[in-house]
């Protein structure tokens, strides 16, 4: 007897990934939180081994309960203000680590020791592991707000700078081990999350809006603005331009999902059909941002990756179009507001 087993959505989804392309973290969030933490596990594992990105900037910031929520309140502060070390009590553990990390000697050219790495000199590794501390604390400072304490988010990077040294072979080393130093942080953050069982949360969060958005409807007569939906749900503008998001992406994911026929093809109709859904999709995609000005199309476009590029926060946005981060948020949440008015107004 023969068996044949139906590839699951996990591997259809890498299937149309090559390397150098990311995944969302959101994205993965739906596939793997009902697996065992070894599933996820060998799942994280297939993304490196593709060289596929993950991109943790669509999960929403998590501020934790109790006192790891105060403990990663402070590390966010400190970490964005530039004064961590000094800040932190003498006996604090992360400050004692930092302060080992600065006393590891720091000597050595880089183009000279990868030079040599290449050549079968593996004794440069932990040299170039040495240079490259800072940035794994730079990198791990990134990384706070997002529910995992940065002694933590230190350590995965320091793993991921290993991986990343262990398999340079060629190319620019700095940004070689950039990428698999991000990869461990962002593998960190997203384990943390299925963890904390953020998915759920999640729903929850584009449920509520949902229901405020439709309250506010028949209160205000009118279509809410985000503003008005983040006040009402007492949560941030940037929450609720989220979760807004979301939801619209849901929406063009479930129109693009319909083109796509069930019935059994071969590859190549099956991989005619999935161009045809992605051509679709970013066709509505164009047709949607073609509404708005071209200010919020460019926010928009830079904080969802639109443009080929990965999801840009509000500090990255505002830096890249001379605005402030506040600005960039306001323009969004301005933006979804119109686009899930045609979306809405597109399903009825």
Known sequence: MEFTFEPSPWDLTLDRLSAGDSISALRC????ESQTEDAVEMALLSLEERGIALDVSDLPLDGGKGDAAVRLRLEQKLAKSGALQSSLEENDPLRLYLEELSAIPVTGNIDELTAKYLAGDDDVGKELVNLSLPLVVERSCAMTGRGVLLLDL?????????QGVLNYAEGDFE??????????????VLMQAI??????KIRQ??????????????ELGRNPTVEEIADSLHITAE????????????????????????????EEEDQSADNTAYFQMRQ?????????????????????GLEGGLPQSPEQTGAALGM???EVIKIEASALSKLRQQTDEGGT
């Open 154 to 162: 230190i350590q995965e990077a320091s793993l991921g700078l290993w």
């Open 175 to 188: 940004s070689h081990i950039r990428w698999w130093i991000d990869q461990y942080l962002a593998k960190a």
């Open 195 to 200: 963890s904390c069982g953020i998915g759920e």
């Open 324 to 326: 402030t981060p506040d």
């Open 284 to 304: 509505r995609i164009t047709e949607m941002l073609s509404t708005l000005s071209p200010r919020e199309a460019e926010v928009i476009s830079l904080r969802f």
């Open 29 to 32: 969030l739906e596939m793997l």
């Open 205 to 218: 969060g584009m449920a509520d809006y949902t229901d405020a958005d439709q309250r506010l409807l028949a």
């Open 239 to 266: 929450e609720a331009a989220t979760y807004a998001s979301m939801l619209m992406q849901a929406k063009v994911r479930q129109k693009v999902d319909k083109t796509i026929q069930p019935e059994e093809t071969s």
